[in-house]
């Protein structure tokens, strides 16, 4: 499985921003999730959807992310939507198809995905 990410940029406060992530190969069963990091920060997770299209998300976005999936085009999308300062981070996608991987999401456990995009940049300025 390859991740290949896009539609990150530069924002002014209170913007939005779509990302996309397309994967190749066979992905109907696939658990994907967007994450990001931020200079200096751990990775976090953002945003999960489960292959049967359950959704999770951080605290810190919720009510302003959206995740949703495209089947038919093998894309993930992020919809962000009132951006702040501190959405500012790289953002990467990343999928697995074994269930137990997301147990902890949005943290990471001790197994992390097998896949994972190259990130794409957003930044939001004040």
Avoid at 61 to 66: A, D, E, I, L, N
Avoid at 68 to 73: A, F, P, Q, T
Wanted: charged letters at 20%; one cysteine or more.
């Amino acid at each position: 499985v390859q991740l290949v990410e896009s539609g990150g940029g530069s924002v002014e406060v209170g913007g939005s921003i779509t990302l996309s992530c397309v994967h190749s190969g066979p992905g109907s069963s696939l658990y994907m999730a967007w994450f990001r990091q931020a200079p200096g920060k751990e990775r976090e997770g953002v945003a999960y959807r489960g292959f049967l299209a359950t959704t999770r998300y951080a605290d810190s976005v919720k009510g302003r992310f959206t995740i949703s999936k495209e089947n038919r085009n093998n894309t993930l999308f992020l919809q962000m939507n009132n951006l702040k300062p501190e959405d500012t981070a790289m953002y990467y996608c990343a999928a697995d198809f074994r269930s137990f991987v997301w147990d902890s999401f949005p943290l990471l456990g001790a197994i992390e995905p097998d896949y994972w995009g190259q990130g794409t940049q957003v930044t939001v300025s004040s």
